[in-house]
């Protein structure tokens, strides 16, 4: 019976954070549709963030009322409308169809930050197995291993 060469386990990057470790100072951005953004953490236990609106709000809801609650009576409503000849009916069906077909929701998007409203940084970010380490809700998490370090608590 012949034995299966073990192989030597997989040298794992040391993680050796260098650099500011403390959290960076909170930043605004602003999404196309004119909403002011921040950012949230995106669940109790996902370490990532969500764009939200200052109330909270994370997409943004412009269909009408009876859209969103009877979907099939409001279009048979819009088709109901365009049969009897109504232009504007028609091209808000047009333009409502094309988003779908496109994979969009019309009426509705998810804010998302066009710019950021907050002057750029000047705390530099920690490095870590030689890239700069992404500040995650949790700490700072290195690029590399995923292994997160918690921010060290700000002073001053
Ligand atoms: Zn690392
Ligand atoms: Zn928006």
Redesign the pocket.
């Known amino acids: 019976m012949s034995k299966r060469r073990v192989r030597p386990a997989q040298q794992q990057?040391e993680?050796?954070?260098r650099g500011d470790l403390r959290p960076l100072p909170e930043q605004r951005y602003v999404c196309r549709c004119g909403e002011e953004l921040r950012l949230v953490r995106a669940g109790p236990r996902i370490n990532d963030w969500a764009h939200v609106t200052l109330s909270g709000q994370r997409y943004r809801d412009d269909r009408p009322a009876l859209l969103r609650e009877d979907p099939a009576r409001w279009w048979a409503q819009l088709r109901q409308r365009m049969a009897a000849g109504d232009m504007r009916a028609a091209q808000l069906y047009s333009t409502l169809t094309a988003a779908e077909i496109l994979g969009g929701s019309p009426g509705r998007h998810y804010h998302h930050p066009e710019k950021t409203l907050t002057p750029p940084l000047e705390q530099p970010p920690p490095f870590?197995?030689e890239?700069p380490m992404w500040a995650s809700p949790d700490g700072w998490a290195?690029r590399?291993?995923r292994?997160v370090f918690p921010y060290t608590p700000t002073t001053g």
């Open positions: 990057p993680c050796q954070p870590c197995c890239q290195c590399v291993t292994r």
